[in-house]
């Protein structure tokens, strides 16, 4: 079982920058693709970034330019850089492990790759 868990949310204005982290269980981030996903009121939830085990990254056309996915695997843990951010960037925010196989009955799927292991989420407030 994989453990995630997010920190680094907060307030913010609008064009300001926040780092979300995500520490994760065991050598998760470098056994698995990772993603960040967000969900804001009355919204689904939305795929974000991702960066699969090659270092590839990609990105929700929403986000591209303004947000940067990495990963420390020494420190097993994720990051997201927000920068520029928006009254519409806010959202609970969640990292997200996953795999392009088929692993578990109830994924969510994001630029070919299927999530199953989720952290608990940090709120991102942007305030114009």
């Known amino acids: 079982q994989v453990q995630l868990v997010e920190s680094g949310g907060g307030s913010v204005q609008s064009g300001g920058s926040l780092r979300l982290s995500c520490a994760a269980s065991r050598d998760s981030v470098s056994s698995y693709s990772m993603g960040w996903f967000r969900q804001a009121p009355g919204k689904e939830r939305e795929g974000i970034a991702s960066?699969?085990?090659?270092?590839?990254?990609t990105y929700a056309d929403s986000v591209k330019g303004r947000f940067t996915i990495s990963q420390d695997n020494a420190k097993n843990t994720l990051y997201l850089q927000m920068d520029s951010l928006k009254p519409e960037d806010t959202a609970m925010y969640f990292c997200?492990?996953?795999?392009?196989?088929?692993?578990?009955?109830?994924?969510?799927?994001?630029?070919?790759?299927?999530?199953?292991?989720w952290g608990q989420g940090t709120q991102v407030i942007v305030s114009s």
């Open positions: 997200a492990a996953g795999s392009e196989f088929h692993f578990c009955d109830a994924p969510r799927r994001f630029r070919g790759v299927e999530y199953c292991y």
């Open positions: 960066r699969n085990l090659d270092g590839q990254t």
